[in-house]
């Protein structure tokens, strides 16, 4: 498929506090695959009225004081869009342990809080050469193993016949000082001491589901240090750039941009 592409991928921030600089950002960026998490209701409305092809679904509702705050997954498109698919992952509330519900309740004034709801989605894409199936996934900040039955979920969802670009925020923890929120979280001693072992686990899988990871070693999330956010792509591509973006517009993640043919 000869057909060169710009792709971005990034994490808004839910409670992102500046918005306008952001949508201005969006407007303007030359794309022709955008993918975003964490949009928030309003900020999604102001998505919806771009001069672009646009899928959306559910990322994930924050439970506080018992009320459900939706927040989103979407892909933008400088392409028609012929279809998208929404695909559940666990509800994972029933089965963390006590330290966890405990963490996250002492959290709560950093907006950690209970999700429910949690998916990911793709849309096929209609390229002049043919249709690309691109994923926006937003794997969960918990359980190592939980993220990669994540993204191994995800997986199940690919066409054989169709190219595939798979972009979000992974969330793999890979350095000494994040990693106890492995433990944390849910995790086993060993995924906090061992800071490369989800990454090297991850990447292994990438290579298994011929997947190239565009920004493989870089930091695309200051705090972490780590390469949180992705844009991986099947082998019918050739990628000729990729960029971590210096702006984080509000957001603790960077945007990230990938070029592609």
Known sequence: MAQNMKIYSWNMLYRNRELDRAFEFIAHA???????????????????????????????????????????LVILSGYPIARDA?????????????????????????????????????????????????????????????????????MLERDPSKPTIVCGD??????????????????????????????????????EHELVNALRGKVTHQISRSQLDHVLVSHSFSITSATVLPDRIGSDHHPIRVEIE
């Open 86 to 154: 929404r695909f559940a992952f666990p509800e994972y509330w029933p089965l963390l342990s006590l330290r966890t519900r405990a963490f996250i309740h002492l959290m709560r004034p950093f907006h950690f809080s209970k999700l429910r709801n949690r998916s990911g989605f793709f849309a096929d894409v209609e390229l002049p050469g043919g249709l690309v199936r691109v994923f926006c996934l937003h794997l969960i900040l918990a359980h190592p193993a939980w993220r990669l039955k994540e993204f191994e979920r995800a």
């Open 30 to 72: 030359d794309f022709d695959i955008f993918c975003l998490q964490e949009v928030p209701q309003d900020f999604l409305e102001r998505l919806l009225a771009l001069p672009h092809h646009h899928a959306y679904t559910v990322d994930v509702e924050r439970i506080s004081s018992e009320t459900a705050t939706p927040i989103y």
């Open 170 to 207: 992974f969330n793999v923890l890979e350095q000494p000082h994040i990693t106890p929120l492995n433990w944390l979280l849910g995790g086993r001693v060993r995924d906090a001491l061992f800071h490369t072992r989800e990454r090297t686990h991850i990447e292994k899988r990438f290579v």
